[in-house]
T-cell receptor, first 112, second 115 residues
Framework: GDSVTQMEGPVTLSEEAFLTINCTYT??????LFWYVQYPGEGLQLLLK?????DKGSNKGFEATYRKETTSFHLEKGSVQVSDSAVYFC???????????FGKGTLLTVNP | SAVISQKPSRDICQRGTSLTIQCQVD?????MFWYRQQPGQSLTLIAT?????????ESGFVIDKFPISRPNLTFSTLTVSNMSPEDSSIYLC????????????FGPGTRLTVL
């Protein structure tokens, strides 16, 4: 079945540092790929998405590129801020039933 | 994007009791989903609820334990029955986007603690 493997956390960075959170997936067919973010005490919010190979999703300075050859969708940001502290989930959706399969989540803490 | 509310936002319950969680959306949606997020874990889909039909449950989840209602296109409920401490989790509902394929919007979640 479908699965998502993402980098174990927690990740602790200083403000303005470069961020990478790795995500790889296993799926049949051509899934859509997502990064969701969960800020403390809040629900999940869609951060960015990509629906086909070589697509780049971007939002709020975050980027991720759909790499079919390496089955990856790594999340990057060039300069993190304290307000980026949250849990980040990589997810995929394949097939016609809209089911989302999530990775385990990565807790990011950014210190001033 | 859809605005989704859940009630209650949190609850503490005794073993053996049941809790019904409500999910309300500000627009009509076709599909609603219920997820469980156990402490320190990822989200796991419990079931998919379409209006006018029985909910479709994922492997490991059964209707007797998690009955779901979907009476109209803006509302759904999830009941956690005969609770045990292992049911302590955050329960989230989500809805499919009417504008973007395979995209879902999530509610704020219900934090359940079972003693």
């Amino acid at each position: 079945g479908d699965s998502v493997t993402q980098m174990e956390g927690p990740v602790t960075l200083s403000e303005e540092a470069f961020l990478t959170i790795n995500c790889t997936y296993t799926a049949t067919g051509y899934p859509s790929l997502f990064w969701y973010v969960q800020y403390p005490g809040e629900g999940l919010q869609l951060l960015l998405k990509a629906t086909k190979a070589d697509d780049k999703g971007s939002n709020k300075g975050f980027e991720a590129t759909y790499r079919k050859e390496t089955t990856s969708f790594h999340l990057e940001k060039g300069s993190v801020q304290v307000s980026d502290s949250a849990v980040y989930f990589c997810a995929l959706s394949g097939g016609s039933n809209y089911k989302l399969t999530f990775g385990k989540g990565t807790l990011l803490t950014v210190n001033p | 994007s859809a605005v989704i509310s859940q009630k209650p936002s949190r609850d503490i319950c005794q073993r053996g009791t049941s809790l019904t969680i409500q999910c309300q959306v500000d627009s009509q949606v076709t599909m609603m989903f219920w997820y469980r997020q156990q402490p320190g874990q990822s989200l796991t889909l419990i079931a998919t609820a379409n209006q006018g039909s029985e909910a479709t449950y994922e492997s490991g989840f059964v209707i007797d334990k998690f009955p779901i209602s979907r009476p109209n296109l803006t509302f759904s409920t999830l009941t956690v029955s005969n609770m045990s401490p292992e049911d302590s989790s955050i329960y989230l509902c989500s809805v499919d986007s009417t504008r973007s394929y395979n995209e879902q919007f999530f509610g704020p979640g219900t934090r359940l603690t079972v003693l």
